[in-house]
Each structure stands twice: as C-alpha cells, then as structure tokens.
C-alpha cells in the first residue's frame, strides 16, 4: 500500500517521517511518497524581485532536507513540493492522483504536552473530510518509542467502527503483529457506595466477561478473531493507557465524521486519541457499504 506523509517545513512532521520508515522496515508492502504543499507562493516586488520558480525549488530542497534530517531518503519513492489553496486540499488530491491508501500526519503538540491546540489546522480539517485512513503522529515520537507489541482498535461495536476493525486486521497481518481489541465500557461507579467491596468486585467482573464476549462476537461478525482488553474509566485516556500497556504499535480508531454543530454537543474518540495519545493513531472511515448509527 501507498501512504502519502505531509512534510512541514518546521520540524512537525519529523515523527511521520520516522514512523513511515518504520512501517516500511517492518513492511515491505507499504511504500511513502512526501508531499509538502505550497498553500501561497509570494507576491511580485518592485524592489526584490524573487522568481517563483526558484521559491518552488528552494522549498523543495527544503522538504528533501526534512526526509534527509531522520535518515528516511531512501524509503521514499518521491518526494514533492505542490501547490493548492489550502494544505488539506493539496494533500487530499495527492491521496487521490498518487491513488495512495492513506495519508501519515505529523500533530502539533509533542507526547505528554497538554498544549491549547494539539492536533493543528490541518490535521483538524482532514479528521472532519478524510475519505481514506489517516495516521496521525507525534512530533516528537521515535522509533524506540514504538511498542513491540499488538495492532490496537479502539471500538465501541458500532458500525463506525467497521472500518477501523478491518484496517487493523490488515496492518496486523502485514507487521505480523497480533491484533487486540480496546472495548470501553461505562462501569456504573455510583454503585460502589452501595454494594459491598465483595459484591462490587462481582459486577465487575461480570460487566468485563459479558463486554469481552460481545466485542469478540462483534469481530466474528465481521470475519476477525481478536484478543479483547476491557476499558474501564475516562474513555479517551483509558484507551490509549491500555494501548500503550499492550506496547501496541499504533491505535485505531473509526471515524464519526461529527458536523461542526455536532461537535459541540459531542466529542470524536478518533480526534481526542489523536490529539493525546503518545502512540500513532489512526483514524478510519467506515466502509462505504456501512449504515450509520
């Protein structure tokens, strides 16, 4: 499979970077073209005159420089310098004429940074439009920092989830990884000033049985055996706490696709994993065939 990986000029894209050559090195399958997108070419002076041509060159050698700081030059089929209006724009139709599988981001906040703005503009944008999985990373990851173990999908059994499921299946094949699902649920805690310590150990047991069954009849429903780890707490956090106790390679999730209205009211999973987890995390979009919920 293609990936197209989104190449900043200021040093965000440098974990894409080394997790694209990760994934090829582990791979061989997967192939990377960089694609830095030129959103505004400068205007004409009377005074300095800076031909456009040479401004299209000059932030082309800066994009190879960027690939050549992590030592991942010869992973890269290509890499290129494009124009567009907007950088999701540029980077959505490179996905489409290079007719790559996905695309592989750099976020803006590093790993452990509880920054104002984590994910950035563009990844923001293409979250909300992406037609095809889309992997975020942290700036800052290294390839020691990811795990040796499992291809993690977060689900909640829904059928934006679909996507997601099948996604990981195939990338736990082509790394020979085993693949483990992160079911959430909602343990009722107001119950434990209620129940005895016994008693309460009880239910939970029972609600972690009862919810492992249903995610692993779920994946056979849809063609998967996997290996289930119940998620219980703060959903966000808990998911990539669990991922990153796995020593889970990545995260997947599916995609909601939220309107602008709905995010008011309600938070994507896929977009606060990718903004938060110390792990890439990849956001899906479920299959075309797939009824919403």
């Known amino acids: 499979m293609r990936w197209i990986v989104g190449l900043d000029l200021r040093g ?3 974990g894409a970077v080394r997790f694209a050559q990760w994934l090829h090195e582990h791979a061989e399958t997967e192939h990377m073209v960089g694609v830095h997108v030129i959103e505004a070419y400068p205007e004409p002076n009377r005074d300095i005159e800076i031909p456009v041509e040479s401004f299209r060159e000059w932030l082309q050698a800066a994009a190879e420089k960027e690939v050549a700081k992590v030592g991942a030059t010869e992973v890269f089929e290509d890499i290129d310098s494009i124009r567009a209006t907007a950088a999701e724009e540029g980077l959505a139709l490179a996905v489409e004429e290079r007719q790559a599988f996905g695309l592989i981001l750099g976020r ?9 703005v984590r994910l950035g503009r563009v990844a923001r944008r293409l979250i909300r439009r992406a037609e095809t999985p889309l992997m975020i990373v942290p700036p800052d990851l290294r390839s020691q920092d990811i795990g040796d173990g499992p291809v993690a999908v977060a689900t909640d ?3 934006d989830a679909v996507g997601a499921l099948k996604f990981g299946k195939a990338m736990a094949d082509a790394l020979g990884r085993e693949l483990v699902l992160l079911h959430g ?3 009722p805690h107001l119950l434990d000033q209620y129940l005895p310590a016994d008693a309460w150990s009880v239910v939970q047991t029972s609600m972690d049985k009862e919810g492992g069954a249903a995610a692993q009849a779920w994946a056979a429903k849809h063609g998967v055996e ?3 780890h119940i998620v219980d707490g703060p959903l966000v956090r808990g998911l990539w706490m669990a991922a990153f106790r796995e020593r889970a ?13 709905d995010r008011i009211f309600a938070s994507s999973v896929g977009s606060e994993l990718a903004a938060s987890s110390p792990l890439p995390v990849a956001i899906v979009p479920p299959p075309a065939e797939s009824p919403a919920e």
């Open 12 to 14: 965000l894209s440098q």
């Open 185 to 187: 649920i909602r343990v």
């Open 226 to 228: 996997a290996r289930v």
């Open 249 to 261: 390679c990545m995260v997947v999730a599916g995609s909601r696709r939220l309107s602008l209205l």
């Open 157 to 159: 059994l829904g059928a």
């Open 108 to 116: 803006k906040a590093p790993r452990g940074q509880d920054a104002l």
